[in-house]
């Protein structure tokens, strides 16, 4: 069996959970669901930065999920700009700093490869290089930090964490985003998300 490492800290602010990792996600991809949208953002010099390079209000995010290829952060409100914050990652090294106070880590036997599709195919470019605009007419336009060839779409990469209980059985028990690419073709197990 392998380790994913994980580890819990509650009453930790998003601002503090994101400063927690230190340079372990530098240049990771933010989805931040905020009341009024959903940002996708690209964390830069420590803050979530917009298609526009500006920092993105973090107070009304109610939702976070900052990733890349080595780890993800997670967070959720929980109230007073308060929430959970949990770290994921197969690398031991690697962890939110600030004390954290639960392991969340699990053994698993499989991982299996997945695949989201976002909706929208790319419009325009973005006046920002790494960046990309999306449209389809039941969303409108969402940017997008991935580089997308014209009218071609983007797809989120996860990892499903395969493990098994005391009687043999096997389940999904977790599921780590990876990361943004640019893609239309459908892989096998795609999902269509907004």
Known sequence: MVRLHGRAMDGVTLASAIQGT???LTGAIAILYAPARCHLG???????????????ALDPVYEARLFNQKAEL????????????VWLSEDESEGLA?????????????????????????????????????????????????????????????LEYVIMDGDGNASVAEERLIELVPGSAEPAGARHVR
């Open 74 to 85: 997670r967070w959720l409100h929980d109230g007073q700009g308060l929430g959970r914050a």
């Open 42 to 56: 690209r964390l830069e010099d420590g803050e979530v930065r917009d298609e526009s390079g500006v920092p993105v």
């Open 22 to 24: 230190g340079h372990t």
């Open 98 to 158: 600030g004390g954290l106070s639960k392991d969340v880590s699990l053994e698993y036997i499989d991982t299996i490869g997945q695949s989201y599709l976002l909706w929208g195919r790319r419009v325009e470019e973005s006046t920002r290089p790494g960046w990309s605009v999306l449209s389809a007419g039941r969303i409108g336009r969402l940017s997008v930090p991935v580089e997308v060839p014209a009218d071609q779409g983007a797809r989120l990469k996860t």
